[in-house]
């Protein structure tokens, strides 16, 4: 927010300002009289005297971006937009290389990119300023989702990295960012910029060093620790521009460098910076009930797509208030959703909840479960063909009967679904060896001698005959090792009452 100047402030500064009237200087004009001074009784002791005012010797020189930052010079206006406020708070050291220049003439040469992607940080930016002045970091950090994300809060990488902060799925974990099937952290708002901000803090805290931090921030501190000892050993510098380091890595700090000099001097690159207003986009609003996505929108007045754009950690059309009890609004709109509802009657405020299976089980039986159909069931939890869900999985179900209440948090933070492969078998034909029973057989394949008889149309204890033809259904492994007796067998996917569990 705005800088503030308080009372005690003010009146430092007019205690400066009064030291620069009486101090002397050199001016062809003669000193005045002193103005006589009445005797103050004995009792009562003089008054400090003011600091003398510090006069800077030679010309005066225009001071940096960083010194204006610093704790010794107070602006006396507030910034004009974010950008200023931004420039403002630059106080990392200038990186000036080649590869700057590079990355300037990429950024620069895309208008038309550079435009999407500072109108996307509109409205994010504000509230990544305020933290980092909050916690005393450089004002530049709050560029570096231009670098890694271009400020896309649905942005995955094909490392998995997630998140306009670009957080790997076990480094999320380690900073508290919760991955499960109703919502994913690392693309939250808040959460992941007080992760990544934790984060860069402690890397910095590390290894001393703005550039280093970046470095680690993007190659791993592990990587960037090992690199530093390597230059030690060969009695080398171990600067960031000294290191060896991946390609990726070797332009990560000038590419930053470069969008930070272009919003410094954007008419320098012809580029046009849209205006954001020094003032917070959105309100965090806290929900008490399960809530449908789709719902919250309307009752907030805001577009579907501008509600899931603040709120990019949902994936699935609900959010269940114990494990999301806060959700992000435009400021002039957090109002005109408390009031609608608090006021809405038109019915349950969720239409979904959380189903545990209780048991490994297809895909057709877990949707008769829950009543609904096999397709639709697929779609709400995002299953793919051909897998089955796993025992102890959370899924969304119809949000009725036993399942019409809010969902508890411990679901809510930890809800998992997890997959299976569906089994796949081969009829197979084999010859019976000499004595072979139903049940002889069974054992051998591992199978159950019920299923082995219900092939076979016989009872659980028939013998068969030396060299009689016994039909399995094999899963596809094992049909593919069975043993020499076996007969050429067809690929064939048997109905699901016989198919092996």
Excluded at 86 to 99: E, H, K, N, T
Excluded at 163 to 169: D, E, L, N, R, T
């Amino acid at each position: 927010m705005t800088k503030r100047f308080h009372f005690a402030g003010l009146a430092s500064l007019l205690l400066w300002l009064a030291g620069c009237a009486n101090t002397p200087v050199t001016s062809p004009l003669p000193p005045a009289d002193p103005a006589p001074v009445a005797e103050a009784p004995a009792a009562t002791p003089a008054p400090p005297l003011p600091l003398p005012p510090v006069i800077p010797s030679g010309p005066l020189q225009p001071i940096t971006a960083a010194e204006a930052a610093s704790q010794e010079v107070a602006s006396l206006l507030p910034p004009a937009d974010l950008w200023d406020r931004i420039r403002r708070g630059f106080a990392m050291p200038a990186l000036d290389s080649q590869l700057v220049r590079q990355q300037e003439q990429w950024y620069s040469s895309r208008p038309d990119y550079i435009q999407r992607m500072t109108e996307r940080s509109r409205k994010y930016l504000f509230h990544i300023v305020e933290e980092l002045e909050r916690r005393g970091m450089p004002s530049e950090l709050a560029l570096l989702p231009f670098v890694e994300s271009a400020f896309n809060p649905e942005a995955v990488s094909s490392a998995r990295a997630a998140g306009m902060w670009q957080f790997m799925p076990a480094t999320g974990t380690y900073f508290e960012l919760k991955q499960n099937v109703f919502r994913d952290d690392r693309r939250d708002v808040l959460a992941s910029t007080r992760a990544a901000l934790d984060y860069l803090q402690k890397l910095h805290g590390m290894f001393g060093d703005w550039h280093l931090a970046l470095a680690a921030y993007n190659w791993g501190e592990g990587s960037v620790g090992r690199a530093i000892a390597r230059n030690q050993k060969r009695g080398r510098p171990a600067g960031y521009t000294d290191l060896d380091m991946p390609h990726e890595t070797r332009n990560y700090v000038p590419k930053l460098q470069a969008v930070k000099n272009i919003v410094a001097r954007p008419e320098q690159f012809r580029t046009e910076l849209p205006l954001i207003e020094n003032h917070p986009y959105f309100q965090s609003v806290t929900i008490t009930r399960d809530i449908d996505v789709a719902l919250a929108a309307k009752l907030a007045d805001v577009a579907l797509e501008d509600f899931k754009a603040l709120n990019p950690s949902l994936s699935r059309p609900v959010i269940f208030a114990a494990g999301t009890p806060q959700i992000l609004l435009p400021w002039d709109n957090a109002t005109v959703f408390r009031r609608n509802f608090e006021g809405y009657t038109a019915g349950r405020y969720a239409s979904w909840a959380a189903w545990t299976a209780p048991a490994t089980m297809s895909v057709t039986e877990a949707a008769r479960r829950v009543g609904m159909s096999e397709a639709d069931f697929r779609a709400i939890n995002n299953i793919p063909p051909r897998m089955r869900i796993r025992a102890g999985s959370v899924v969304l179900a119809p949000r009725e009967g036993k399942l019409d209440r809010d969902v508890t948090g411990h679901v809510a933070d930890n809800g998992q679904l997890n997959l299976s492969p569906e089994v796949v078998t081969r009829r197979t034909v084999v010859r019976a060896g000499a004595n072979e029973s139903v049940a002889s057989i069974a054992r051998r394949y591992r199978l159950s001698a019920t299923q082995v008889a219900d092939w076979n149309k016989v009872g659980s204890t028939a013998l068969f005959r030396t060299g009689q033809q016994v039909v399995l259904y094999l899963p596809v492994r094992a049909a593919a090792s069975k043993p020499r007796t076996a007969i050429k067998a067809a690929p064939r996917r048997p109905a699901a009452a016989t198919r092996r569990r």
